[in-house]
DNA sequence: TCGCCTAGCACATTTGAATTGT
DNA sequence: AACAATTCAAATGTGCTAGGCG
């Protein structure tokens, strides 16, 4: 569970914001309760909201050994998928909950036998794309009610593909980060909507398109139900059987076993966790058929590149692992600007530490070899992490007329014709770009200064707003660019 | 030659429509 | 006729692998 260092400051200066006026809305029970506040930002970052990340056991053994995610031109999901549990939300206001992946750290990295390497600088970061819930918007209480799956969040490395896919780069390490966005108050519509950011250090991958390490790929295949097919050694595999060799079914045989060996303990009862967990997921609605929403500021805050978390991101995690809550506090945020001087191995207590290195390694060869370890375990909190029901199988039959539309959320839907918020995101995203196609360099990243618990105050997101048509008028040229507010 | 990427494959699961039973 | 349970095919999600590309 990640819980905030301490308690934000309410100090943050009104803003307006003038497109929010008709993203999602407030219960008229709570209009009176709320609109006494004078921000909704000061709202959301008030709460006591806390997030875990579910099948921590499971992460922690893909962590472990170097966890990598595939990534094809057509998008692939991950495994494990990160699914969360959040508490401290306000269960009647309305919130949006976005994931993206933002990268690691600077390098770009190859695997070199049996471990990963770094391979010189990293590739300038793509323009942020994100995964949002399709339940979103979404009252707290349902959010609160069942850990929240993202299991149909997918990766890409195809930076054409504008289907709400999150575009990595290959042999890049990333870390997943949550939004939680709280929708703006119809009421008082000059309040933004305030967000806070999780981010999931035990979570970070490497984005390959071919798995590198074999451990890695048994692990998949021993918990992911999809790959079943590749259990049983591969005796089952109709691949070898048409080819006839038995020699072949040895050498395969005796690959895996040589990888069960030492692994096999402890692998059933993994097996079986993960299984229920997968099949108990959240049933999310098809992206394109869920709720959609107009175009709003404060969502385009999440588009910002600069906000994208930059590649010293990993470190507001590493340095003070304890908290990876991220507020939007000046206040904080000089206090953070401190810890960031601070040398990271003074600092680092992180789960996944690269400042670790391998004296011999690094005297042999100068690029270091990275050495993945554990999450310490006074840092797990597994004590602290909430088990929240799962939720029931529903099916079509099953969900009466009232109960569908209840999971209606969107009021303000354009039911004739929806658009994926995603899509809408991720093209906002795409128009970050240079006339030229080329992408533009990662502007300052606030996180990158900013370490634990820390707000961002809404200047910033308004800078980018600006920013956003600075570059639209830029590519204004480009025919296939259609103006803002047509989302 | 090497490392990375891609498309196609086989297998398993999921989903939803059609069918059957009560 | 209405509802529930079952069946089945299509869609989708997996890792594997040969071959292409720079």
């Not at 994931?99 to 942020?128: I, Q």
């Not at 399709?134 to 929240?148: E, F, H, N, R």
């Not at 909430?386 to 079509?396: A, E, G, H, V």
């Not at 809408?424 to 360099?441: D, H, M, V």
Request: aromatic fraction near 8%; charge should be neutral.
């Amino acid at each position: 569970m990640y819980l905030p260092e301490e308690r934000p400051v309410l100090d943050l200066p009104y803003q307006m914001n003038h497109l929010a006026n008709n993203y999602g809305y407030y219960p008229q029970d709570c209009r009176t309760q709320y609109s006494r506040m004078n921000s909704a930002e000061a709202e959301l970052t008030s709460l006591p909201v806390h997030v875990s990340l579910q099948d921590r056991e499971l992460w922690d053994k893909f962590s472990s050994i170097g966890t990598e995610m595939l990534i094809t031109k057509s998008g692939r999901r991950m495994f494990p998928s990160c699914k969360v549990t959040v508490t401290g939300l306000n269960p009647k206001v309305k919130y949006v909950v976005i994931m993206d992946m933002v990268p690691f750290d600077n390098h770009k990295y190859k695997w070199n036998k049996d471990c990963w390497e770094v391979n010189g600088s990293s590739d300038p970061h793509l323009p942020n794309r994100f995964f949002i819930h399709p339940d979103s918007p979404a009252p707290g209480q349902k959010w609160m009610q069942y850990p929240i799956s993202f299991h149909k969040l997918k990766l890409t490395n195809n930076t054409l593909n504008s289907n709400g896919l999150v575009v990595l780069h290959s042999m890049h390490k990333y870390q997943p980060r949550l939004h939680i966005v709280q929708s703006p108050d119809p009421c008082t519509p000059h309040n933004p909507g305030a967000y806070l950011r999780f981010t999931f250090p035990e979570a970070a991958f490497i984005a390959v398109t071919a798995y590198q390490n074999q451990e890695i790929t048994k692990l998949k295949i021993d918990n992911n139900p999809f790959a079943k097919g590749f259990r049983d050694n591969g005796l089952n595999r109709k691949r070898f059987r048409d080819k006839g060799t038995q020699e072949m079914q040895d050498t395969d045989r005796q690959v895996k076993l040589d990888l069960t060996a030492n692994e096999c303990a402890g692998m059933s009862q993994m097996v079986e966790d993960v299984d229920v967990s997968v099949s108990s997921s959240v049933d999310c609605r098809d992206t394109q058929n869920s709720s959609s929403v107009s175009l709003n500021p404060f969502i385009s805050a999440f588009t910002n590149p600069s906000s994208a978390g930059g590649a010293a991101a990993h470190q507001t995690h590493t340095l003070l692992s304890l908290s990876n809550r991220h507020f939007s506090s000046p206040r904080e945020s000089n206090l953070n600007s401190v810890c960031a001087a601070l040398p990271v191995s003074q600092l680092s207590t992180g789960h996944t530490s690269f400042s670790r290195l391998n004296p011999q390694e690094t005297h042999h060869n100068s690029r270091p070899k990275i050495q993945l370890q554990p999450p310490h375990p006074s840092l797990q909190c597994h004590d602290l992490e909430l088990r929240l029901p799962l939720p029931p199988k529903l099916s079509r039959v099953q969900l009466s007329e009232s109960a569908l539309r209840n999971l209606e959320m969107s009021p303000l839907s354009d039911c004739a014709n929806p658009r994926p918020l995603t899509n809408i995101l991720n093209r906002s995203c795409f128009r970050a770009s240079t006339p030229s196609g080329k992408l533009l360099p990662n502007p300052p990243q606030p996180e990158q200064f900013l370490r634990g618990s820390e707000r961002e105050i809404y200047p910033a997101v308004q800078e980018y707003t600006d920013q956003q048509f600075t570059l639209n008028s830029q590519t204004e040229h480009r025919p296939h660019m259609r103006p803002l507010t047509e989302y």
